[in-house]
């Protein structure tokens, strides 16, 4: 059991910290608006941490508040108190100073994180929105550099710029805390004065490096090379449910598309409801194989036993490529589901805002697994509002469909579902499933 969370001034504003740093944090805890307002003059001073506990003048400003009464009988929510006023106040201060809504503590708790953990609704609303404007901000930018950005080879060379970056950061992350480490205890000159941040030597999954690695299938996962896993059993009730949201009554002879094949999870329960065409893309080599396996239940056999030729098919290669010989083909589907690996947030948006429109029937449903940002409820929150904002600019309503997740062998890193596994991905006990129609 991991120790309790230590929220006290003492334990989180370090002998370490220095001055400049320290009477930030202290303000921004005593909840000093005009006092804060005049150490906030430079640029970044709002987002300073203290180097050895990551202290922020969000997490400072949040935890003063401490934790909000229990709601009493007949109440839904507590009433707030005063100092949630005044927090309020001074987390808008900070925000419109350029805090970062996101940057984790020493306890890996982002602002939004204490909020939620003290039971502090309406500051946990004030960093789901501060996450919401960053990332509609972040999708903006993404789409300038695009359009400036020209040729390929620049766009290569830019994410070669970016990867050469991330790993060069990411090592020299791992030197410092490796020096932080040896030198733990030791409270001097020596001190590393940068807060790192537990997750700092976490690469990232690329898609390109993915779709190169070495993939391992057993009964109830698919994992790479990385022990990252691609799918796993446990999101079997997950896909059911995607299954009945985007086929109700369970109707035969529908038009279906899949995008990443997995372990066939869904598609298997896609072909159960005999669809008069279903579709299936998949880019990586090791899952071709997999398909194209004798005892497999979506090789050439499976493609012959369509209604028509070219009814049941996997298309070999990235939908990024693929979806433009379907759309040049003029294909039409009831139901398009949505599940790749190691690709961010930006792939899905760009599929549903350009794509979906031209593959999908005007009666249509989409969706797509939504485990975007699952590792940490706050960022679940943002992204469910940033899908709302880009499905709407698409012209797509968006419904959720909320269920319990099963989190008995969920609930620990390592352990359980997550054995051999190397990050835990999912970390709720409630899947969001969306439900994508045209408007109107
Ligand atoms: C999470 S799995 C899909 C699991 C599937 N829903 C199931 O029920 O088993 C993701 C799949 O997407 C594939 N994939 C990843 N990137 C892709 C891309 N750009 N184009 C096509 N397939 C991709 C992966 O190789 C993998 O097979």
């Given at each position: ?215 391992t299938y057993d009964d109830d996962k698919l994992l790479d090379?990385?022990l990252n896993g691609v799918m796993m059993a446990w999101e079997t009730d997950i896909m059911r ?21 997995g372990m066939?999870i ?75 690996f ?27 697994f939504?485990g975007?940002?699952a590792d ?28 319990d997740v099963d989190m008995e062998k969920l609930d620990e890193d390592g352990e359980g579902e997550w054995k051999g596994v190397r990050r835990r991905y999912w970390t709720l006990d409630?899947y ?9």
């Open positions: 059991m991991p120790s309790p969370i230590d929220d006290s001034l003492q334990a989180r504003i370090s002998p370490e910290c220095p001055q400049e740093t320290r009477d930030i944090l202290y303000h921004a805890w005593g909840h000093d608006r005009s006092g804060l307002k005049k150490l906030l003059n430079e640029r970044g001073k709002a987002s300073i941490q203290d180097p050895r506990t990551g202290e922020t003048p969000l997490h400072a400003a949040i935890r003063a508040c401490g934790p909000a009464d229990e709601p009493t009988e007949g109440e839904e929510e507590q009433e707030e108190d005063g100092s949630v006023e005044e927090a309020r106040e001074v987390i808008q201060d900070l925000f419109l100073n350029g805090a970062i809504w996101n940057d984790v503590d020493a306890n890996n708790e982002t602002p939004g994180c204490v909020a939620y953990r003290l039971g502090r609704k309406a500051l946990y609303n004030l960093c789901v929105d501060a996450g919401v404007r960053a990332e509609l901000l972040f999708a903006l930018m993404d789409g300038y550099e695009e359009l400036s950005s020209g040729e390929e080879e620049d766009d290569n060379e830019d994410a070669d710029e970016v990867m050469a970056e991330q790993e060069e950061a990411a090592a020299a992350a791992a030197t410092a805390a490796a020096e932080a480490k040896a030198q733990d205890g030791d409270v001097d000159a020596e001190e590393p004065l940068k807060f790192i941040p537990p997750d700092a030597n976490e690469i990232p999954v690329t898609s390109e490096e993915y779709l190169k690695s070495k993939l090379s990385d449910r995607s299954v009945a949201a985007l086929i109700p009554g369970e109707e035969q002879g529908k038009r279906v598309l899949n995008i990443g094949f066939g869904i598609d298997g329960m896609f072909a159960d409801l005999k669809p008069s065409k279903h579709h299936i893309i998949e880019a990586h080599p090791a899952v071709l194989e997999h398909i194209s396996k004798p005892d497999s239940k979506f090789g050439s056999e499976w493609e012959k036993s369509g209604p028509e030729e070219g009814a049941y098919k996997v298309f070999v290669g990235k939908w990024q490529d693929v979806v433009l010989q379907l759309l040049e083909q003029g294909e039409l589907y009831d139901a398009i589901y949505f599940d790749t190691g690709e961010d947030y930006s792939q899905l948006r760009t599929f549903f805002m350009e794509h979906v429109p031209g593959l999908l029937d005007q009666e249509g449903r989409f969706s797509f939504n975007l940002g940490r409820r706050i960022c679940y929150d943002v992204y469910t509002k940033v899908v709302e904002m880009h499905c709407a600019d698409a012209g797509l309503d968006v419904e959720w469909e909320e269920s409630k969001r499933l969306p439900v994508c129609t045209f408007m109107g």
